[in-house]
């Protein structure tokens, strides 16, 4: 009974412990996201330049519907998910089962090179990038040098090899980041299971599709769902390699929401409902992935 | 037990998500804004005397604050000036946090404001800026197009400062190898500019513009020669049955396809076809001097005269105007008399003080006393020993005035989006229609 006592005594005295220490994280969370969070969201109900707001109902929210550069902005945030996501996961995959490889010598240099695109400055590369792609640029140089072009091609005045650029750019940038992930995924399998499959005869592609992909479906799952939030929310490139052009075929949702903000006649109201619906899409997206990634009960 | 975790691990993401789109709009809230009004406070409250001033380029407007300082300092020996260098986007944030959060006191006494956005902040924020009608600057003394972009409802909120009237820049020893002069070049139509542009192409292999593909400076600076904007007087787009428009984007794509102009991706390379002589001209506001300048093995190779006329447009000029900026007082109500004071014995009352300014800045004044100095009519060396300044202040009297609007990015980006298709062989009619639903459907909150 005494000691029984005691015992809840001392997991009060833990819990508050426990408590004093989450406090501070929890108000500075709580003040730094929450409430802007709500303030937003209410935010989002208004209307009006500037200051003058005024409440309009879910006003916002349809007229998102009927802005064509937003619809634009949305469905090209679209094409670089579907297409760049998939590319960029696989890539990450491949180079995360080569290297690791226990026969492979400079592991580590080679793990270094190619998570470092991942430290660089999300601004610096992408103005790195559309210099790379100028008309007198490096990539130009290269193919007229190869004779591929007669003379320099403008890769950022054609929407299509625009886009091309900018998923270019971000397979450049995010491979790294999602292969560390795999990498630390494919330390929990045994290696012996590799070797088991080596004995039984079956090949390297046999081996990564039938040991590798299996085992690592919920780093796998963490990587997608995380992509899809950032693609969902790019802006950098948008901003600084493209500047949203040629005609829009660039712009993502968050520079739109900038321009409506910064840009233009400032209308809050309207990009605090935009924010918002960038949001459903993500939640909505992830709930998908859980489900069809996740089949184990 | 995974799947809990994975869902746990999204909400997390989601939730983070929610914060950044939720922190764009609600920047207003921070604390950044009160934060510095703290520390301005400080220094404002200490001297009654000192002023805060928002700019951002060293070699021009700040280095003309400066100049300013001394010239007030001369009768008010307390006088100080705390010149800020704020980058112009930094600008544009700060004063939309001050004002959405309704605390003024973070702003500085005077910031300089791009013509272009001077409608724009006045409406949206109009308690932030302070009405200077009444403070005694006689604003007849500027050139008139230049001061209408500051006036809103009569009313004027704005000094206005550096000179944009346009200028067509031209490399004398390119124009010579293929046998034509500046002169030619002077008072022209652009059927004739390109026509001698494909010629010069043809003997030298330059062309004689170059211009930053997607961005339509250029086609400001036609409408505007022609007295036309993409608004009316009313503020309604006119960008649809806008003849000078269509006119404008005619000769924008004969300019192009006939490869009289060729298109860079951003504003360094475009500087750079002009240094490094990819090109033999270019059409912009005076304030490019500075740039032609700095390649100092090019002086004395270059020449300036006035800009093509659109042909069979009523209204049509050799004149035009592109960018500049106006100071702005703001209506933090801490030094709203000593700023305006300030500026009405400097920037709006000194000639000798635009005359310290001109030579080493190329700042050219708006300030039309000023134009009459001898200084303006010295011969400068890098242009031939001609007396440019006096040109283009002369340039600068004749522009047209237009209506810039108060949406005028909105309408900016939508021609941007019509021009790129248009060049690209898409109908001009569809293209401008599109433009101004976009343009309208902005309009409407």
Known sequence: ?297 | MKKVLAFLLTTVMVVSLAACGGSKASQSTSDEGNQEATTQDATTQEAGNTLTVWCWDPAFNIYAMQEAEKVYQKDHPDFKLNVVETPWADIQTKLTTAATSGDLSSLPDILLMQDNAFQKYVLSYPEAIADITSSGIDFKQFGEAKTAYSVVDGKNYGVPFDNGAVISCLRTDVLEQAGYTVEDFTDVTWTKYIEMGKDILAKTGKPLLSAQAGECDLIMIMLQSAGASLFDENGNPTIVNNDVLLKVMDVYKELVTSGVLIEVNDWDEYIGTLNSETVAGTINGCWILGSIQSAADQSGKWGITNMPSLEGVTGATNYSNNGGSSWLVTANGKNTQLATDFLNRTFAGSVPFYETILPSSGALATYLPAGESDVYAQPQEFFGGKAIYSQITEYAGKVPSNNTGVYYYEARDAVKAALVNIVAGADATTELKNAEDTVKFQMGQ
């Not at chain 1, 109902?57 to 349809?62: A, E, F, Q």
Request: one cysteine or more.
């Open chain 1, 1 to 297: 009974m005494n000691q029984s006592k005691k015992k809840m005594k001392l997991d009060r005295r833990h819990n508050l412990v426990g408590w004093a220490f989450l406090t501070p994280a929890v108000i500075l969370i709580v003040i730094m996201s929450f409430i802007p969070m709500v303030k937003a969201l209410l935010l989002s109900f208004q209307t009006g330049i500037g200051n003058k707001l005024k409440w309009a109902g879910t006003l916002n929210y349809v007229r998102m519907f009927q802005d064509t550069v937003f619809m634009q902005a949305l469905k090209n945030n679209f094409v670089y998910l579907i297409i760049q996501v998939p590319i960029m996961l696989v890539f990450a995959l491949v180079l995360a089962s080569m290297l690791n490889n226990k026969n492979l010598r400079f592991k580590g240099l080679f793990r270094t090179a190619i998570f470092l695109p991942c430290a660089t400055s999300l601004v610096s590369y992408a103005i790195i990038f559309r210099s790379l792609f100028a008309v007198d640029g490096f990539i130009n140089m290269i193919l007229i040098k190869l004779g591929i072009l007669e003379t320099g091609y403008n890769f950022l005045v054609n929407p299509t090899s625009a886009r091309i650029v900018v998923i270019l750019a971000l397979i450049w940038r995010w491979t790294g980041y999602n292969m560390v992930f795999y990498l630390s995924g494919l330390q929990n399998i045994e290696y012996s299971v590799y070797e088991a499959a080596k004995i039984d005869g079956a090949s390297v592609f046999q081996s990564f599709w039938r040991i590798t992909v299996p085992l690592l479906k919920p780093t796998i799952l963490l990587t997608a769902i995380m992509s899809t939030n950032g693609t969902l929310q790019l802006f950098d490139e948008s901003v600084n390699l493209t500047k949203g052009g040629p005609a829009n075929a660039t712009l993502t949702m968050s520079h739109y929401i900038y321009n409506t903000s910064f840009k233009y006649v400032p209308n809050f109201g309207y990009s605090a409902a935009m924010s918002y619906l960038i949001l459903i899409l993500v939640a909505v997206l992830a709930f998908i992935q859980l489900k069809v990634g996740d089949k184990r009960d």
